[in-house]
């Protein structure tokens, strides 16, 4: 990957579009990128990162946006590069805020993304990928590399030199396991695991199982009264009472038959009663049924007498409804008329108040344009005090940064003596820790007092294996006692019953094998010969057992051997060290503490040197140029107001001298524009009131005069329809026998019933025939049978039904016992034979698990192994590097066992001094030392993850900081070996480190801009 040109916009503190030209620069230049410390550097190579990963190497992929952008403004990133002969553009831009197309407020942009491969000529080509996931997968697969891998040997992030080289043992195979696929053997491990935390399980519950099952079986045999004999093998105990409980079933089975039989004859009887005692119910029913009947045959009388005069009132109804809508309608018409008439005197008092109203409109008129002249002048005078404001504002925000910049100056000054002090504190503790001996010789006293702890537990863990094993034969040798007794019961079982095994297989006319004679008149019967399957299993548990011994006892020989070859090392290593080894976990926790004190003050030291002391001088050099920015700010400002305040006497003068108001003050302003804006907005509406309500009254007032003379017309109409109506009606009302009105309406509410009447009516005189029949009927099937009392049949009924369920519960619990017992029998007889096939299985699988997962001894896991030997291909690359660099003094070894006989072992470092000849722990390493040798590993890791990802070319890479605690040799070492390493790749490095901006004649400069910073390419200075 050969990057071509970066642009960002609103990334960090880059506020504005910034364009990084990488293609201006030779394929194989070796450039700085330079700057004050926190202006942004490394956001060059995040950006980068994020570009083609959509994540940092900092992990601030969700802060890349910058703080000073203004709403609206999108940010952006868009990176070109080179892989092979083919160029790409990768355009990414973040979430931001922008105003809504409508209405006030803002709206959140979502975050877009686009990969293109571009044509020959540099224009956009085709479209490889526009979503997130696609993008992100499509550049992968392009690089061939994944994240990881790509900041480990493309853009090593500012801290992650260390990383690697520093890291505990765990913590470097996780390092690794990300740059090198180790997913096969972490699989392999996981799954030998869970096969041996199964196979514990399963052991585990097959042996509950076989209890269980005991249990169960002797639950059901106290179920059923059955009491085997105690001193008899449990098989043996389990044959007998099957044979017993067999015999009990066949019993029940009868019972049960007779017990169903008595019971069916019962139901049968019960119900034939219960039909005759319905019968007879029925009969009883309709004979009330049919005395009721006769009873209500006078008032069925009246009803139809009812019926024929609700005829003679239903004729006159619709008559009689004519007329009272003809009455309705004259009352109408005389309301509306009343009504017509009342809006007519509202029309005329509304004509009188318009009048008055229309006398005022040209005052009102007047008025206005007053107004107008005064919010115009006005509004132009409030805007000019408005901007004097603002510059009185910016003035004392200014003389605020000026007093924060002095303050910020004495801040400093008293840091910088702080800082001093604690550099000779420094010193001072580590030359007091440096009198207790060298840290090579606290390493080798620490080394040998883990190795004693260490061989004092496993002396322990032998003498507890040895108790361990000695319990498991003697726990096999009641086994086998127990299967050898077995087989004895079974031998002479077997002897006993030759007889009748014999006379089992004896045919009429075929000879006797044993007399010879062909007739067999009196055969012996056969008795309870054991099967040859029980004798396998008899003979197989012993066999078993006698094997389980053997193996033990192996075991624990191994183990009592073990146990005195780790005494005799535990006493060669308390003779040498004498007292130190009475309490070696105290010496090595106090060892350990005085080391990492000291390591923790040299960090300190090295972090107060390298980073704290320079970030002082570049603030002191910020805190002047505030200091001199803010007070030239102020003086400007200040000629600002001057000319704000001639505009405004300006201003002033324009008040017009005819106007009855006096010019303003400024405070007053706002207050007069809101309260002349309300006035005049008063006055327009009341002549715009004005006129609407002279075209509404005019209109109203013709309205209401013709309204009052259709209204007339109508009710003389309605008057005339209702002398006719009345007269009609009455000749009617005479004819129809209806003494007056009063009773006709009478008739017509009790008519509302009428047929509800009818269907009564109706319904009675079916009712009383269907009851003739059904009583007819019902008399015919009883046949002059008494009524039978049906409790004496429902009581035989259930006392035979109550037997036959006792019975048939017997019965079935006798029978599923005996199945349950048959079960049980055979799944417990399969789980003793695979049980013994298990363990012998699991023991070896123990074994395998703890040497592929390191917890056996030689203590390596499978994954360890693999990676150990990647870290030996990336030691070989580092030496090479690292010798240069040190002239020769260092190079990098890996130690082979762990730091401690618990630990795995395998990824530990050391690093080999030639000089001293000693070999010791990299964290040693001064600080100028330790960067060389974490440069070393980073570089040597670089090529070794290239040659192992398939190929992939590697046309770029890039360093971020670790130059300013190198002297200037070791920083002229690093120069050379740089420069060898872009023979084949451009190289970039981030540094603040002055002589590298002299050496380095290719730079990005990085400075500080208002707001935020700003990037320039500078070639060839």
Not at 733 to 738: A, D, K, V, Y
Not at 788 to 812: C, H, M, W
Request: include cysteine.
């Amino acid at each position: 990957m050969r990057p071509l040109l970066l642009e960002i916009t609103g990334i960090g503190p880059f506020v504005d579009t910034q364009h990084i030209d990488f293609a201006s620069m030779d394929d194989r230049a070796l450039f700085l990128i330079h700057g004050p410390t926190g202006q942004g550097k490394s956001f060059i190579f995040d950006a980068m990162c994020y570009a083609l990963y959509a994540d940092t190497p900092a992990g601030r992929e969700g802060h890349l946006k910058s703080d000073y952008l203004p709403v609206g403004v999108e940010p952006v990133i868009e990176f070109r590069f080179r892989l092979g002969g083919d160029e790409f553009r990768v355009r990414r831009s973040l979430k931001y805020d922008r105003p809504k197309k409508k209405g006030d407020g803002v709206t959140t942009s979502p975050e877009t993304q686009i990969l293109i491969r571009l044509n020959p000529d540099g224009t956009d080509g085709e479209v490889l990928a526009e979503k997130k996931n696609e993008v992100n997968s499509h550049l992968k697969t392009l690089l061939g590399l994944e994240a990881g891998q790509f900041r480990q040997v493309v853009m090593i992030p500012q801290g992650d030199f260390r990383r690697l080289l520093l890291a505990g043992s765990d913590d470097r195979e996780e390092l690794l396991e990300k740059l090198f696929d180790t997913a096969l053997y972490k699989d392999i491990q996981a799954r030998l695991k869970e096969m041996e935390d199964e196979a514990d399980l399963d052991e585990g519950t097959q042996q509950r199982r076989l209890e269980l099952i005991k249990n169960d079986l002797v639950d059901l045999w106290r179920a059923e009264d059955l009491n085997p004999a105690a001193e008899a093998p449990f098989m043996v105990r389990l044959t007998d009472v099957g044979i017993e409980l067999e015999g009990k079933v066949s019993l029940l089975a009868d019972a049960d038959a007779a017990a169903s039989a008595g019971r069916d004859k019962a139901v049968s009887e019960w119900e034939q009663a219960g039909i005759l005692n319905e019968f007879h119910q029925r009969l009883n029913e309709l004979q009330a049924e049919q005395t009721d009947i006769e009873n209500s045959g006078i008032s069925m009388k009246k009803l139809e007498e009812k019926l024929e005069q609700d005829s003679r009132a239903l004729a006159l109804k619709e008559s009689h409804a004519e007329l009272q809508k003809a009455r309705r309608a004259v009352r109408t018409a005389e309301g509306e008329l009343k009504a017509a008439v009342s809006q007519l005197d509202l029309a005329l008092d509304g004509k009188k108040s318009l009048d008055t109203r229309s006398v005022k409109a040209p005052e009102w008129r007047e008025q206005i344009g007053i107004l107008d002249r005064r919010i115009r002048i006005s509004a132009a005078l409030r805007d000019e005090d408005s901007r004097r404001k603002s510059i009185r504002h910016k003035i004392d925000e200014a003389g605020n940064r000026l007093e924060a910049a002095e303050d910020s100056r004495r801040i400093w000054s008293e840091k910088n003596e702080i800082l001093i002090r604690r550099r000779a504190d420094l010193d001072e503790s580590l030359a007091a820790l440096d009198s207790k001996g060298t840290r090579e010789e606290r390493q080798k006293l620490i080394h040998r007092l883990e190795t004693l702890v260490s061989l004092r537990n496993e002396h322990s863990g032998y003498l507890e294996s040895i108790i361990r094993f000695g319990e498991r034969a003697s726990g096999a040798q009641k086994r086998k006692d127990a299967a050898s007794s077995v087989l004895t019961n079974l031998k002479d079982c077997r002897e006993l019953n030759l007889a009748g095994v014999l006379a089992a297989s004896l045919e009429e006319g075929k000879p006797c094998p044993v007399c010879g004679s062909v007739h067999h008149p009196v055969p012996s019967l056969p008795g309870d010969a054991p099967s040859t399957e029980e004798f396998e299993s008899a003979e197989s548990e012993l066999s078993d057992s006698d094997s389980f011994i053997t193996e033990t006892r192996t075991l624990a020989d191994t183990a009592r051997r073990q146990a005195e070859e780790a005494s005799d090392r535990i006493v060669v290593i308390e003779e040498s060290m004498g007292e130190d080894a009475d309490n070696a976990p105290d010496r090595i926790r106090q060892i350990n503490e005085d080391i990492g004190r000291e390591e923790d003050l040299r960090k300190e030291l090295e972090l107060l040197l390298g980073r704290q002391l320079p970030e002082l001088s570049t603030e002191s050099e910020r805190i002047t140029a505030d200091i001199e920015q803010n007070g030239q700010d102020l003086k400007n400002l200040k000629g600002q107001l001057d000319e704000m305040e001639a505009k405004w006497n300006i201003a002033m003068s324009h008040w017009p001298a005819d106007d009855a108001e006096a010019a303003p003050v400024p405070a007053e302003l706002p207050e007069l524009i809101d309260n002349w804006d309300s006035e005049k907005l008063e006055l327009s509406d009341n002549l715009s009131a004005l006129a609407r309500d002279e075209k509404s009254i005019s209109g109203n007032l013709i309205s209401a005069e013709t309204d009052v003379g259709v209204r007339k017309e109508h009710r003389r109409k309605t008057l005339d329809d209702l002398t006719v109506r009345e007269r009609e009606f009455a000749a009617s009302l005479t004819e129809s026998g209806f003494k007056d009105e009063t009773a006709l309406e009478a008739a017509l509410t009790a008519a509302e019933s009428v047929e509800k009447d009818r269907s009564v009516l109706e319904e009675w005189k079916n009712r009383k025939k269907e009851n003739t029949v059904r009583l007819e009927e019902t008399r015919k099937l009883i046949e002059n049978r008494p009524q039978p009392n049906l409790n004496v049949f429902d009581q035989a009924r259930r006392k035979a039904s109550d037997i036959a369920s006792e019975t048939a519960g017997k019965y079935a619990s006798s029978r599923e016992n005996l199945r349950k017992m048959e079960s049980l029998r055979l799944e417990f007889k399969n789980l003793e034979s695979e049980s013994r096939k298990k363990e012998h299985r699991n023991a070896v699988l123990r074994l395998l698990s703890g040497q592929v997962r390191g917890t056996l001894p030689p203590k390596i896991s499978l994954n360890r192994f693999f990676l150990a030997r990647r870290l030996e291909e990336v030691l070989i690359q580092a030496t090479l590097r690292l010798s240069l660099l040190s002239r020769g003094r260092f190079t990098l070894k890996r130690r082979d066992e762990g730091k401690t006989a618990a630990a795995q072992a395998g990824l530990d470092l050391l690093v080999s001094d030639a000089w001293t000849g000693t070999e010791r722990p990299v964290n040693t390493l001064s600080g100028g030392q330790l960067f060389m040798a974490s440069l070393s590993l980073a570089l040597g890791l670089a090529d070794v993850v290239q040659a192992r990802s398939g190929g992939v070319r590697l046309e770029a890479l890039f360093i971020d900081e670790g130059f300013g605690t190198l002297d200037d040799e070791a920083l002229q070492g690093v120069l050379r070996v740089l420069n060898d390493l872009r023979e084949n790749r451009m190289v970039g490095v981030i540094s603040h480190v002055p002589e590298l901006k002299r050496q380095i004649a290719d730079r990005i400069e990085i400075y500080r801009d208002d707001p935020g910073s700003s990037a320039r390419l500078v070639t060839g200075a």
